[in-house]
């Protein structure tokens, strides 16, 4: 069973510019997870899609961060402008719908450096 | 008070130390994930835990739910072992078929040949 593949693995890019992130989750996963992980802390749940729905954005900066999960399948989540508090991994995970105790299934991550 | 707490946040030991991981939680279903993530970012998981203890090699975790405290212990530590050890308390609505994943800060851990 292919994992979560998640591109670009690495990206630099300068202040107010825009950068995309895609996920592809486990095939026939129907919950979906964008996080952001600031070195030295634990993972922050931006988004949560169920199929094509979102189940929760409470922590995603609407301002500038925009995520859209097609079809119910991929995922890309959008920063822009970026800023430098920006610089970070982002990890996508996927999980079967209805599974117990809450185990995801993560990829390798993005790690976004602003400068 | 963060809902999910790790101690120590950083462990250096050396080869073939027995180690010890700590995790306290106050939020989520009775159970909780123990994850792995080397550097470069990916996060593997090591354990779900709602009762007693686990073994995998020479990775043991336990859990005491009535406390909400579990422990991941590495036995014969190694180099490759090396590595930042998080732990997650799951929260959700299983009627929804969904959960969400409350996770520590991580301890980096070292472990010197």
């Known amino acids: 069973e292919a994992g979560v593949a998640q591109s670009p693995r690495y990206k630099i890019i300068e202040k107010r510019q825009s950068v995309a992130f895609w996920c592809n989750p486990i095939?026939?996963?129907?919950?979906l997870y964008w996080y952001q992980q600031i070195l030295g802390q634990g993972p922050k749940l931006l988004i949560q899609?169920?199929?094509?729905?979102?189940?929760?954005d409470s922590q995603l900066p609407k301002d500038r961060f925009s995520a859209e999960r097609l079809k119910g399948v991929d995922s890309t989540l959008k920063i822009q402008p970026a800023k430098l508090e920006d610089s970070a991994v982002y990890l996508c995970?996927?999980?079967?719908?209805?599974?117990?105790?809450?185990?995801?299934?993560f990829g390798p991550g993005t790690r976004l450096t602003v400068t | 008070k963060n809902e999910v707490e790790q101690s120590p946040q950083n462990l250096t030991a050396q080869e073939g130390e027995f180690i010890t991981i700590n995790c306290s939680y106050s939020?989520?279903?009775?159970?909780l994930h123990w994850l792995q993530q080397h550097p470069g970012g990916g996060i593997v998981s090591l354990f779900m835990l709602s009762s007693g203890k686990k073994k995998h090699g020479r990775l043991i975790a336990t859990i005491n739910i009535q406390e909400k405290h579990s422990s991941l212990h590495i036995t014969a530590s190694h180099p490759r072992d090396s590595a930042v050890y998080i732990c997650a308390a799951p929260k959700g609505d299983s009627g929804a078929g969904s959960y969400q994943l409350t996770f520590g800060k991580g301890t980096k851990l070292s472990v010197i040949p």
């Open positions: 899609f169920q199929n094509n729905g979102v189940v929760d």
């Open positions: 995970a996927s999980s079967p719908w209805g599974n117990s105790y809450g185990e995801q299934y």
């Open positions: 939020v989520g279903i009775s159970a």
């Open positions: 095939s026939g996963h129907a919950t």
